[in-house]
């Protein structure tokens, strides 16, 4: 079992910059693989990030590419996101989560949620 906290959303103008923090609990955490998903406002929700329990190997999508980094502390059980370059279509809650499928882009299939947190970019 493993619980997923995220924090460090809010407000933050285009061309700034955010961390994102997940914090977990349970005694599994550095066996899962983790991502970061968002939703926009009307959107579905969609991958932006994985990270393997490896804590070497990431992968991300293209919008965020090249100004995103997820990293892992195992010894802390966190995840971090840190973005930067915030863009306008950037705001959406976002949500850490844990499974087995590294990379996995698809909501489904992912074992644990955390409650999201919020990220507004302004323009």
């Known amino acids: 079992q493993v619980q997923l906290v995220e924090s460090g959303g809010g407000l933050v103008q285009a061309g700034g910059s955010l961390r994102l923090s997940c914090a977990a609990s349970?005694?599994?955490?550095?066996?899962?693989?983790l991502a970061w998903f968002r939703q926009g406002p009307g959107k579905e929700r969609e991958f932006v990030a994985g990270i393997h329990w490896n804590g070497i190997t990431t992968c991300y999508v293209d919008p965020v590419k090249g100004r995103s980094t997820i990293s892992r502390d195992n010894g802390k059980n966190t995840v971090i996101l840190q973005m930067n370059g915030l863009k306008s279509e950037d705001t959406a809650v976002y949500y850490c989560?844990?499974?087995?499928?590294?990379?996995?882009?698809?909501?489904?299939?992912?074992?644990?949620w955390g409650q999201g947190t919020q990220v507004t970019v302004s323009s």
């Open positions: 349970g005694r599994t955490f550095s066996s899962y693989h």
């Open positions: 989560a844990a499974g087995k499928l590294y990379c996995h882009q698809t909501p489904k299939g992912w074992d644990y």
